[in-house]
């Protein structure tokens, strides 16, 4: 019974994600026209409109200035391509906590050169320490035990965009810049942005990293994403003289309910809390309903820490996230691409943090995409069309079954079933999680770098 329950989990995350690699090639190579049916969404229409004199002419626009956007725009700059990013928020949006790192999304900040500045201000996290919601340690192991080379940090969200923004030139950002409406020119060649002030922008080429609900990505077609029965509580604990703990994970899983924390820096512990709930709710930004509603969800947990913690959090690191992912299906879902517009990080493929791979595959995405685009821009045999293509296929098979492995994994985890969370706490997390377990998704290497080994 048991061993079959998770042969089921593990089969039924791979059989979801199953597809050759000759039907992912001949998918992306073309858009394919689909005969409704129960379940599919057609690509949207694209309307097509004049260019006016007046229109203002980029070669490149990226959408959205979080971490996709500029780690593209840094991306572009080393090879010596602007590019002028459209943020619809007044400043960066810093607010919030911290993202997980792991090996590969460091390879990607070290591919645009500021892995080594990010680093020196985080804590390398050593190992795991994971426990049941009575106390009981289930599994403890070291990140390094099985490959030396792998690297996990906690880091705040603030540090790396603003970090990635100072890489940039002053006028690179363009604040206030909401996007109202997309649409093709009528030659097909540029794609026209209006922003909400009105102004028109005809871009040669858009990447959009507009986020998880992308009105690119629905221009294109897209589903809009999907709730996956989970709500996220996180904050920043601030410990001015030091914080205390050992640089590792401390997890605890109860039914339906778990919550963890990691030391981020010498003085700061990121913290999460996640929970079930049946609807997302309604938005919460009030820190005081916050900081209430995470202590009340572990106040009755032999996990002291986490109060603590909640309560020595600033107001604006404290968040509520309902959680949202998108599966690309083949065949179904439109490719993340049309003409020279192209989706990145959770505009295209937004996913849970179950296998905190999120910010690492938006990394990914931009330094895969820069180095095509930048390759097409500087040959006379590579189209920027076909790069977009390329890019697709490529990443598809990345994505994809990390988004579907993460949203199984959450399911096993936020599970309120008592046996199967007492088959998790006693077989699947001491017996079969080991640190290859949960670190061999970062092996990820870049085709470029593939390719110079050979």
């Known amino acids: ?51 006016k004199a007046d229109d203002r002419k980029e070669a490149i626009v990226i959408v959205g200035a979080g971490i996709a956007g500029l780690a593209s725009a840094v991306s572009l700059q080393r090879f010596g391509i602007r590019s002028v990013v459209l943020e619809q928020a007044e400043s960066l949006r810093t607010e919030g906590s911290s993202i997980t790192l792991s090996k590969n999304g460091w390879k990607a900040l070290d591919a645009i050169g500021i892995g080594d500045e990010i680093r020196s201000q985080f804590l390398e996290i050593q190992g795991i320490v994971i426990k049941s919601d009575d106390g009981k340690e289930l599994n403890a192991f070291g990140f390094k035990d099985e490959d030396k080379s792998q690297e996990l940090r906690v880091v705040e969200r603030r540090v790396l965009l603003e970090t990635l923004a100072s890489k940039l030139p002053p006028d690179a950002i363009s604040f206030s810049s909401k996007l109202a409406k997309i649409e093709t020119s009528e030659n097909g060649s540029n794609t ?114 986490m109060l603590t913690l909640i309560n020595c959090t600033a107001d604006d690191t404290l968040t509520r996230n309902p959680l949202y992912d998108r599966w690309l299906w083949p065949l179904i879902s439109p490719p993340p691409s049309i003409g020279r517009t192209v989706l990145v990080g959770d505009a295209w493929h937004p996913m849970t943090p ?101």
């Open 1 to 51: 019974m048991t061993m079959a329950l998770i042969s089921s989990i593990i089969q039924n995350a791979k059989s979801r994600v199953s597809i050759s690699s000759t039907n992912v090639s001949s998918y992306f190579q073309k858009r394919i026209c689909l005969t409704p049916r129960v379940g599919v969404i057609r690509p949207m229409s694209v309307s097509t409109v004049n260019t």
């Open 192 to 305: 026209l942005l209006q922003l909400e002030d009105g102004t028109r922008l005809s871009a040669e080429v858009v990447i959009a990293c507009d986020g998880v609900w992308s009105p690119t990505a629905r221009w294109m077609g897209f589903r809009e994403p999907k709730y996956a029965g989970h709500i996220a509580f996180r904050g920043l604990g601030y410990f001015p003289e030091g914080q205390p703990y050992e640089p590792k994970v401390n997890y605890t899983y109860g039914r339906g309910l778990r919550a963890g924390y990691v030391p981020a820096s010498k003085t700061k512990v990121y913290w999460f809390v996640m929970c079930n709930s049946s609807s997302p709710g309604p938005r919460i930004t009030d820190p005081s309903i916050l900081r209430q509603q995470a202590k009340e969800l572990v106040r009755d947990w032999p996990v002291a820490d």
């Open 354 to 454: 179950n296998m905190g791979q999120g910010a690492c595959c938006a990394l990914e995405d931009s330094i895969v995409l820069t180095e095509k685009l930048a390759e097409a821009m500087k040959s006379k045999h590579i189209s920027v069309e076909d790069a977009f293509k390329t890019y697709g296929s490529e990443r598809w098979r990345r994505v994809f079954p990390l988004t579907v492995m993460a949203n199984r994994v959450g399911a096993l985890l936020q599970s309120e079933n008592k046996l199967i969370c007492s088959v998790r706490n006693n077989i699947i997390v001491p017996k079969l999680i080991k640190p290859r377990t949960l670190t061999r998704h970062a092996n990820y290497e870049f085709e470029q770098t593939k390719r110079d080994r050979h």
